[in-house]
């Protein structure tokens, strides 16, 4: 089976750009996780969707991001204007639905340097 | 709120002996507990989960991982290491009374098998 992909695997834009990323989750999978994995540290999540609805976007800076998945399949997150701490890989992930036991698949990510 | 806690930035072992990566966690429900593996330039990688049930869980590559409730740990284990098993690891965990709750990464633990 297809795993979760992501487009593009990098890039490099200069602070106050702006920048969108892509993510096709595995066929079926209903719930579709962002995270930003910042170097050294684990992924932290910035928002969740059950199918194209919001279940969690808590730790997502609205001021600055958003992120959509308008027909319930992939999905694209934006950083409007981007800053040098944005610098970081994010990382899209799937998992098949609620509950909460089911494991999550991730894709290669997007590496993000802001210079 | 919940947390994750990996204790070792790193875990040197040598190829054929045993390894133990260390992980504990605080989290208000049930404990639902995850193990990732992430390669370098990749994505993460799924390896085990502690839902419910048996507390020695087994999972890929022969890994596997013991949940201790009254020490709060999910320790990572295998009883040989191999050189393709350096990569960086990360427990995670999420409260498995709450549909939908986020699933926190503690900071991830590098391991390094020497030939």
């Known amino acids: 089976e297809a795993g979760v992909a992501q487009s593009p695997r990098y890039k490099i834009i200069e602070k106050r750009q702006s920048v969108a990323f892509w993510c096709n989750p595995i066929s079926g999978h209903a719930t579709l996780y962002w995270y930003q994995q910042i170097l050294g540290q684990g992924p932290k999540l910035l928002i969740q969707?059950?199918?194209?609805?919001?279940?969690?976007d808590s730790q997502l800076p609205k001021d600055r991001f958003s992120a959509e998945r308008l027909k319930g399949v992939d999905s694209t997150l934006k950083i409007q204007p981007a800053k040098l701490e944005d610098s970081a890989v994010y990382l899209c992930a799937s998992s098949l639905s609620f509950p909460s036991g089911y494991e999550q698949y991730f894709g290669p990510g997007t590496r993000l340097t802001v210079t | 709120a919940q947390s994750v806690a990996q204790p070792e930035d790193q875990v040197n072992v040598a190829e054929g002996n045993p390894l133990t990566v260390k992980c504990t966690y605080s989290v208000s429900g049930n404990p639902y507990l995850f193990w990732y593996v992430q390669y370098p330039n990749r994505g993460l990688q799924f390896l085990l989960k502690?839902?419910?049930?048996?507390?020695l869980v087994k999972g890929s590559y022969g890994f596997e991982a013991e949940f201790n409730k009254s020490q709060t740990s999910f320790h990572l284990k295998k009883p040989s290491a191999l050189v393709s098993d350096s990569a960086l690891y990360f427990c995670?965990?999420?409260?498995?009374?709450?549909?939908?709750?986020?699933?926190?990464f503690g900071g991830g633990t590098r391991l390094m098998v020497k030939p």
């Open positions: 502690y839902i419910t049930g048996d507390n």
């Open positions: 995670a965990v999420r409260d498995g009374d709450n549909a939908g709750n986020m699933l926190t």
């Open positions: 969707f059950q199918n194209n609805g919001v279940v969690d």
